[in-house]
Antibody, heavy 121, light 107 residues
């Protein structure tokens, strides 16, 4: 059974760092891209970036690249992708999903359950 | 970046009715690399349609997709109670972008 299991909800203060995870199982993790998608409260889906764990090739959405907003990484040895922040802001409060994408021009065919990140002083 | 505009923002219909959702692109979507997702409250999105008109595994045939170029449509032939949700289009032919979503609500 294909699974993408994300780490649990987080409550952080502005300025703190955070790393959330997405662990894949039931498929060959290194044959797929893993994307991260943000959903702010009551809003739509926003693609943040994507990584190919086999070689760590990483692409970012223009909206999330620059000024080190977020960093996407992966550890293929444990089939896990990560999304991290060095300094959180209140505006980072959102649900974050990871999703799987096959190689080539393909959609996101399987999603994790989501990780809720709340940033509040 | 390709901008996707979904309309209407909200669609109020009754069970059994036909739903027609639109997704317009700011420029032509390469090879009709367009997908539709369904999201229910508190759950992750689920892939319904890919390559504009192909149903994903396990998706009922009341869901159909059509279109090419800059205009795409998701049709639900007869709404079932479980179909009331938010629907998003996504293009994946030039980087990746999502539309803003259409909420299908019970009238």
């Amino acid at each position: 059974e294909v699974q993408l299991v994300q780490s649990g909800a987080e409550v952080k203060k502005p300025g703190e760092s955070l790393k959330i995870s997405c662990k894949g199982s039931g498929f060959s993790f290194t044959n797929y891209w893993i994307a991260w998608v943000r959903q702010m409260p009551g809003k739509g889906l926003e693609w943040m970036g994507i990584i190919f764990p086999a070689d760590s090739d990483t692409r970012y959405s223009p909206s999330f690249q620059g000024q080190g907003q977020v960093t996407i990484s992966a550890d293929k040895s444990i089939s896990t992708a990560y999304l991290q922040w060095s300094s959180l802001k209140a505006s980072d409060t959102a649900m974050y999903y990871c999703a799987r994408r096959d190689s080539g021009w393909k959609p996101f065919d399987f999603w994790g359950q989501g990780t809720l990140v709340t940033v509040s002083s | 970046e390709i901008v996707l505009t979904q309309s209407p923002a909200t669609l109020s219909l009754s069970p059994g009715e036909r739903a027609t959702l639109s997704c317009g692109a700011s420029q032509s979507v390469r090879s009709s690399y367009l997908a539709w997702y369904q999201q229910k409250p508190g759950l992750a999105p689920r892939l319904l349609i890919y390559d504009a008109s192909s149903r994903a595994t396990g998706i009922p045939d009341r869901f159909s997709g059509s279109g090419s170029g800059t205009d795409f449509t998701l049709t639900i032939s007869r709404l079932e109670p479980e179909d009331f949700a938010v629907y998003y289009c996504q293009q994946y032919g030039s980087s990746l972008t999502f539309g803003g979503g259409t909420k299908v609500e019970i009238k």
